[in-house]
């Protein structure tokens, strides 16, 4: 049996007295892709904040890749290979969608023409080839999550954590939105996926890990995910 290649062990977030994150650990393996489901406030934007190194752990490790550190940076973590989208679209609304995409493509190409290059390669993997020239700030809502995509794609990552890039957008969008994951996933590049979108994410993922109130309840494939009654309560609940 080969090592996953995301494993996370007892990972905790404190926020002063609030736990975030409390004893959370899953794996994600190679080319895998994950769906993290909870309700509001589960703590699944803090977990994606300490995999992609925006936040120190309050306790617990995080190995990827053969390497195990009690926290990362943005920079190491995209170096090793996670990137990320937000949960909240931060594109850099006054660049075009090419320079966009050529802020993540600089992580590994320090030519100016190779970066270039590359982000035209993937703005057109997106489907947003024709928007290169387009000032981010223009595009429309479901335009920006697919340019926040290519940003994360053109750092080459492993791992990609998508933090509810099917919000807001309408069904069509939805599916192509899900056409672009299973090709992120057909490249080798695992997915991490935080969705409310049931109908979207339950016939693509693997494996569904479901969070509530920081602690991890359920984790196995989505027809056992969807009949868990921790779960169902957990929504209900919610
Ligand atoms: N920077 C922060 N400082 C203090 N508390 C925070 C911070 N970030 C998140 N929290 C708190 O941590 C808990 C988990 O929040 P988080 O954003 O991770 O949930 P979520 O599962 O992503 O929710 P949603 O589905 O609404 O996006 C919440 O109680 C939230 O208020
Ligand atoms: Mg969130």
């Known amino acids: 049996m080969t ?19 409390e ?58 290979g996670i990137a990320r989208t937000f949960q909240i679209v931060r594109t850099f609304a006054s660049m075009t969608a090419r320079d966009n995409v050529m802020v993540g493509a600089m992580i590994r190409n320090k030519r100016v023409a190779d970066a270039r290059a590359l982000a035209m390669e993937t703005l057109s993997f997106v489907g947003l080839a024709s928007r290169a020239a387009a000032t981010a700030g223009t595009m429309t809502v479901a335009e920006q999550r697919r340019l926040e995509i290519a940003r994360a794609l053109a750092t080459g990552p492993k791992l990609l954590l998508l933090d509810e890039v099917m ?16 090709r992120i996933r057909d490249r080798d590049i695992a997915c991490v996926i935080v969705e409310h979108v049931m109908e979207a994410i339950m016939p693509i993922a693997h494996r569904i890990v479901v969070l509530d109130a920081g602690r991890k309840i359920a984790d196995g494939p989505p027809d056992v995910i969807a009949r868990d009654p921790a779960v169902l309560a957990a929504y209900l609940g919610d």
């Open 3 to 21: 090592a996953p290649l995301l494993a996370v062990r007892g990972l905790t977030k404190y926020f002063g007295g609030l736990s975030a994150n």
């Open 23 to 80: 004893d959370v650990s899953f794996a994600v393996d190679r080319g895998e892709i994950v769906g993290l489901i909870g309700p509001n406030g589960a703590g699944k934007t803090t977990l994606f904040n300490c995999l992609a190194g925006f936040y120190a752990p309050t306790a617990g490790t995080i190995e990827f890749d053969g390497e195990t550190f009690a926290a990362l940076s943005p920079e190491r973590a995209a170096r090793m």
């Open 167 to 182: 919000a807001g957008l309408n069904p069509t969008e939805v599916r192509e939105a899900v056409n672009l994951v299973l």
